[in-house]
């Protein structure tokens, strides 16, 4: 079953602008991870955060994290066409090594 | 972290048939996993290979119908069975290198089943 629940599900921003992306999840975690994945091709990991950890930042990437709301949310800040993809969250339980996904965002970026 | 190459990239297969994705990895490592993406989809976790013993199987996936190989700690493979078009997906496989680390994942398998 889906952990996660993106929304919006659908964005679409001009380049320069900021896209904020948000996940919800059900159960306890160990960390929480954002993936970008390219027109239907693999996945990439973008930022781990733990669950111990509120805010954590990678170049123009910003994720939090709301233990106590069960929620997460990306920001990608001055965005650009190269950064059109669909992003996906998924929670690691810890005690399994399976990471479930949420739904994903698609992001389109308009030059 | 170490890098998967996964094969064939995509293919088109007629229903009834079979097909094997491949998957190799640059280093050892311990549990592998195949996900599947279908349209417009999620991922959904099939099964978690581990060398030496059987894969383990989400709900939903039975070996019969996705059997699994994992014949040492660098290579995995996973066989789509008795193909019908609702198996069309794009089927991905994944290691994580350490607890608390990213995962990493093979640039997937798209399937066709006409």
Redesign the interface.
């Known amino acids: 079953s889906?952990q996660g629940e993106e929304d919006p599900q659908a964005l679409s921003i001009q380049e320069g602008e900021n896209a904020t992306m948000n996940c919800s999840y059900k159960t306890s975690i160990?960390?929480l991870?954002w993936?970008r994945q390219n027109s239907?091709?693999?996945?990439?990991?973008?930022?781990?955060i733990?669950s111990n950890e509120r805010e954590k930042h990678s170049g123009r990437l910003r994720v939090t994290l709301d233990t106590s709301k069960k929620s997460s949310s990306l920001l990608i800040t001055a965005s650009r066409a190269a950064d059109t993809a669909s992003y996906?969250c998924?929670t690691?339980g810890?005690s399994?090594?399976?990471?479930?996904?949420?739904?994903?965002t698609l992001l389109t970026v308009n030059p | 972290s170490a890098v998967i190459s996964q094969k064939p990239s995509r293919d088109i297969c007629q229903r009834g048939t079979s097909l094997t994705i491949q998957c190799q990895v640059d280093s050892q490592v311990t549990m592998m996993f195949w996900y599947r993406q279908q349209p417009g989809q999620s991922l959904t976790l099939i099964a978690t290979a581990n060398q030496g013993s059987e894969a383990t199987y989400e709900s939903g996936f039975v070996i019969d119908k996705f059997p699994i190989s994992r014949p040492n700690l660098t290579f995995s493979t996973l066989t789509v069975s008795n193909m019908s078009p609702e198996d069309s997906s794009i089927y991905l496989c994944s290691y994580q290198k350490a607890p608390n680390y990213g995962y990493t994942f093979g640039s997937g398998t798209r399937l066709t089943v006409v």
């Open positions: 889906q160990n960390n991870q993936y239907g091709r693999g996945l990439v990991h973008l930022i781990l733990r996906f998924a690691d810890g399994n090594y399976k990471l479930t996904f949420g739904k994903g």
